[in-house]
T-cell receptor, first 110, second 114 residues
Framework: EDQVTQSPEALRLQEGESSSLNCSYTVSGLRGLFWYRQDPGKGPEFLFTLYSAGEEKEKERLKATLTKKESFLHITAPKPEDSATYLCAVQRGSNYKLTFGKGTLLTVNP | KAGVTQTPRYLIKTRGQQVTLSCSPISGHRSVSWYQQTPGQGLQFLFEYFSETQRNKGNFPGRFSGRQFSNSRSEMNVSTLELGDSALYLC?????????????FGPGTRLTVL
């Protein structure tokens, strides 16, 4: 069974204080690893898809990396508007569903 | 381009009732997936539809069902509601194949069962 574990469950940062979120996964035949951002009361917003170990993608202050066992979401010089829950999900090659982790609640204080 | 829309946004029902939720995918998207989100279990896959056919189903009881119409709009139905069905129900659409195309989520329907 596919498993995704995210850590930490919650992270509180000061504005400008860089950090990383972790997503460890176990899946047979990974097709893609996805990062989403979810604000309270809203649906998840797509951020990145990573397909193979060594791949990196960037968007503004966010950078996602992938190894064979985990993915990191690096947040550089975060701002209060980066506060949200960050969700990681994996998709198996032959399957349609996304298997999600429980998420990391990020709070960035001004 | 408009995003995924879900109606209604909020629902309050009592135990034993049934409920129907609606999802309109992004224009041109033909695949629709449904997920249940709760604080304890997180996001869990319910089912996926393409061209009016259910292609994959998650581990939920038969009380949860869905369908897709020829215009790609989808509905899900929950019969004989239980307290544990209280959750945010999310719909996601993708262009053709969820296994190759990114899934984009709607805002969700918040269901409260009393």
């Amino acid at each position: 069974e596919d498993q995704v574990t995210q850590s930490p469950e919650a992270l509180r940062l000061q504005e400008g204080e860089s950090s990383s979120l972790n997503c460890s996964y176990t899946v047979s035949g990974l097709r893609g690893l996805f990062w989403y951002r979810q604000d309270p009361g809203k649906g998840p917003e797509f951020l990145f898809t990573l397909y193979s170990a060594g791949e990196e993608k960037e968007k503004e202050r966010l950078k996602a990396t992938l190894t064979k066992k985990e993915s990191f979401l690096h947040i550089t010089a975060p701002k209060p508007e980066d506060s949200a829950t960050y969700l990681c999900a994996v998709q198996r090659g032959s399957n349609y569903k996304l298997t999600f982790g429980k998420g990391t609640l990020l709070t960035v204080n001004p | 381009k408009a995003g995924v829309t879900q109606t209604p946004r909020y629902l309050i029902k009592t135990r034993g009732q049934q409920v129907t939720l609606s999802c309109s995918p992004i224009s041109g998207h033909r695949s629709v997936s449904w997920y249940q989100q709760t604080p304890g279990q997180g996001l869990q896959f319910l089912f996926e539809y393409f061209s009016e056919t259910q292609r994959n189903k998650g581990n939920f009881p038969g009380r949860f069902s869905g369908r897709q119409f020829s215009n790609s709009r989808s509905e899900m139905n929950v019969s004989t509601l239980e307290l544990g069905d209280s959750a945010l129900y999310l719909c996601a659409s993708s262009l053709v194949e969820p296994s190759t195309d990114t899934q984009y989520f709607g805002p969700g329907t918040r269901l409260t069962v009393l």
